[in-house]
């Protein structure tokens, strides 16, 4: 222990902003970060120091959904995967009391899982980081955990929620030995509007209810959206861009859970909306507007029609550029 870096009554804050998996044209393959403009913290906090043995304390809006025990949440089960794979390295690392702030709710289609685990994979990363003089994981190496974790939880390991909560903005998933995501060029004036309804729709039961099969003429479409989607962002052609964003593997089906889909799909694209669609496996509904004053009227109108109880809300987002975060706030 003694070449170690004193932590001592430090306390590192990490920080996971809230996803949205598929962008309706990229099932499992495209996610965005999320960021309110008002400043809203939409995403988890897991706080980190040391302590004589390991402990998991859970806060925020969204603790008393989660379950009692602590060792069956995901940020125990992060932390014990990290130790153990130190461990098997020969690194034995001191415990940490970890807190998380739960404020993304659960099964929402806003990532809640996923910022938890990436919260706390960057942020033991980041601790242990400080006290060794290196972080232990690179950015590809922490991925790959993340996706493992993430895939623990959710029924299946997909990485569109994990990568752009870790990294930041928009990411495809390119699932490479070297390359497990790429980021990729954006249009910086759009909104995203992002409504919670309230109800929990759980990521396993909305994959168990899609079909096994896909047709071929849903196959083409998906393959050729996907790449023109893809032309679009670099050659910043908006209007390809957006004549893309339809969803033919998923919305068919998942949105007979979504009380008020339809209408809140036609209020928005009437009143400016350029997309909209289901983000993740939902509740959540998303709209992408290039006009501040119309993603709001459409912000409000979703809060009064589309949200189905007070646990409900509804923000203007733009992309979160900068995904994850770790900050010292020792007292
Ligand atoms: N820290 C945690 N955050 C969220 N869910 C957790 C956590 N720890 C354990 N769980 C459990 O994991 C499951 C998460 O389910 P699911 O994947 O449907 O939700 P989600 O990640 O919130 O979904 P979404 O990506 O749609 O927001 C729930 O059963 C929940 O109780
Ligand atoms: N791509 C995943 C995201 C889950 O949030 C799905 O749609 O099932």
Do not use: A, E, K, R
């Given at each position: 222990m003694s070449e170690l870096n004193d932590m001592t009554g430090k306390t590192l804050r990490a920080f996971a902003p809230a996803s949205t998996g598929?962008?309706?044209?990229?099932?499992?393959l495209l996610g965005a970060a999320l960021k309110p403009i008002d400043g809203t913290v939409l995403g988890d906090e897991v706080d980190l120091e040391l302590a004589d043995e390991f402990s998991l304390a859970v806060e925020g809006a969204f603790a008393h959904k989660l379950p009692a025990d602590p060792d069956t949440n995901i940020v125990t089960r992060c932390y014990q995967h990290f130790v153990k794979v130190m461990s098997e390295k020969g690194v034995e690392l001191p415990p940490v009391k970890m807190t998380l702030h739960k404020h993304l709710p659960i099964?929402?289609?806003?990532g809640s899982s996923a910022a938890s685990v990436v919260a706390a994979l960057h942020g033991l990363n980041e601790f242990y980081g400080q006290l060794l003089g290196d972080?232990?994981?690179?950015q590809h190496e922490l991925l790959l955990i993340m996706g493992e974790l993430e895939g623990q939880i959710s029924g299946s390991v997909h990485y569109d929620n994990v990568a752009p909560c870790y990294l930041g903005g928009l990411t495809l998933m390119a699932e490479q030995a070297d390359t497990l995501a790429l980021q990729l060029p954006t249009f910086k004036h759009w909104y995203w509007v992002a409504c919670y309804s309230g109800i929990t729709v759980s990521t396993a039961a909305a994959r168990d209810i899609l079909p096994k099969q896909v047709s071929m003429p849903n196959t083409l479409k998906f393959g050729r959206q996907l790449a023109v989607f893809v032309d679009a962002l670099y050659r910043q052609d908006e209007k390809l861009a957006v004549n893309m964003m339809?969803?033919?593997?998923a919305e068919p089906y998942r949105k007979s859970l979504l009380p008020h889909f339809d209408e809140s799909r036609e209020f928005a694209m009437q009143n400016g909306a350029m997309a909209f669609g289901i983000s993740g496996s939902g509740p959540t509904v998303f709209a992408v507007c290039d006009n501040l004053e119309q993603a709001q009227t459409i912000s409000t109108w979703l809060q009064e029609?589309?949200?189905?109880?007070?646990t409900g809300f509804s923000h203007v987002c733009q992309l979160d550029e900068q995904g994850a975060v770790a900050k010292d706030i020792s007292a």
């Open positions: 598929n962008v309706s044209l990229g099932f499992d099964g929402s289609g806003l972080v232990p994981f690179n339809t969803d033919v593997i029609n589309y949200i189905q109880n007070d």
